[in-house]
């Protein structure tokens, strides 16, 4: 069984910075797919940002602006943003895809950018 535990959210303004971790625990596999999806409100979760040992893809609309790090050590991941925008409002969510296609996901973390 995959545990997944975010935090690093919080409010922060235009222009602003915030880092979020996902500790992992359970079975983790480096090979495999760690990272980040959002949900604003009255919209579908999307895919912000992934890594495995293979490739990094992030979402068009965070290009050159995120950054997303894996600590195969320690089982975290982290996304580190950078000039934030009032439209990276919404709660991130921790994502991770086993060998056998099974996703797991955490809590979420409320990230609110607003003056």
């Known amino acids: 069984q995959v545990q997944l535990v975010e935090s690093g959210g919080g409010l922060v303004q235009p222009g602003g910075s915030l880092r979020l971790s996902c500790a992992a625990s359970g079975t983790i596999l480096n090979i495999n797919p760690m990272g980040w999806y959002r949900q604003a409100p009255g919209k579908e979760r999307e895919l912000v940002a992934i890594?495995?040992?293979?490739?990094?893809n992030y979402a068009d609309s965070v290009k050159g602006r995120f950054t997303i790090s894996r600590d195969s050590v320690k089982n975290t991941v982290y996304l580190q943003m950078n000039s934030l925008k009032p439209k990276d409002t919404a709660v991130y969510y921790c994502?991770?895809?086993?060998?056998?296609?099974?996703?797991?996901w955490g809590q979420g973390t409320q990230v609110t950018v607003s003056s």
């Open positions: 890594t495995s040992s293979h490739t990094t």
């Open positions: 994502n991770y895809v086993t060998s056998f296609r099974r996703q797991y």
